[in-house]
């Protein structure tokens, strides 16, 4: 079973989904809102990695990472972006 991250704040778990869920809908993607974790299967599909909901033993960990990057890295340019206009 994948193992899933945790927030330093668990009540920011929402919020970070709700996050989640409106930056990968500007990019493009279908996302359910009660499961923005699934927009991956999406991701992966776009960048031609196979990626199953088990059985992902042979799936090289730099491609888990392009897959990852491509959703937490649009997540932390944002939170970059917020935190910079209520700085202003």
């Not at 778990?13 to 974790?37: F, H, Q, T």
């Not at 776009?46 to 799936?59: A, S, T």
């Not at 897959?67 to 944002?78: N, R, T």
């Amino acid at each position: 079973m994948a193992k899933q991250r945790r927030p330093l704040v668990p009540e920011a778990r929402e919020g970070l989904n709700k996050l989640k869920a409106d930056i990968m809908r500007k990019e493009g993607y279908s996302v359910d809102p009660n499961s923005p974790g699934n927009t991956k299967y999406e991701v992966a599909k776009d960048l031609g990695i196979p990626l199953r909901e088990k059985g992902n033993q042979e799936l090289k960990s730099g491609d888990a990472g392009k897959i990852g990057g491509q959703i937490g890295g649009k997540m932390v340019h944002e939170l970059i972006r917020m935190a910079k206009n209520q700085l202003k």
